[in-house]
């Protein structure tokens, strides 16, 4: 990977293409479009991580009081394992520090074990759970509610 090649930058109407087909290949249970244009018309301080001028991963988060929370970090599939969401999430904190964030908080399904070894190796920590938080193929599915302090 040449580092050089790597753009973090705001997300931008521009780019709702490109996250969506990402977010269509990634997940079983993926954003609709309206919530991605939600997000970016409400101006929540999003990134998106580019290689050699096309984006690959994204982070939709927002701030409430002193807490960012992080509602979507997504990589290309192929691009995935290869530290990409690393340094998308590192970049987020950066920014959160900035507007004064103290925490991220996040929720992330109790199926999704990558996800969750990600999260434990970005040092967030359990500290609830929301039952039937997310709808799975059986019915609905637990989140666990995870913070880690910035």
Not at 32 to 55: A, D, F, G, M, R
Not at 73 to 79: A, G, L
Not at 119 to 139: C, L, V
Request: hydrophobic residues 35%; contains cysteine.
């Amino acid at each position: 990977m040449n580092s050089s090649s790597i753009n973090i930058r705001p997300l931008e109407v521009v780019d709702l293409e490109q996250v969506i087909n990402i977010e269509l290949e990634a997940h079983d249970y993926p954003w609709k479009k309206s919530i991605h244009l939600s997000c970016i018309e409400q101006e929540y301080p999003s990134l998106v991580l580019e290689q050699n001028s096309s984006i690959i991963g994204y982070v939709v988060f927002n701030y409430l009081f002193d807490e960012c929370h992080l509602m979507n970090i997504t990589t290309s599939v192929s691009y995935q394992g290869k530290g990409f969401a690393s340094q998308l999430i590192q970049a987020m904190y950066k920014k959160a520090k900035v507007a004064g964030m103290q925490s991220v908080l996040l929720e992330v399904r109790e199926s999704n074990q990558p996800a969750l070894s990600f999260y434990t190796k970005e040092g967030f920590e359990e500290i609830g759970r929301r039952p039937n938080y997310y709808p799975s193929q059986d019915s609905r599915e637990a989140a666990i509610v995870m913070r880690r302090s910035l």
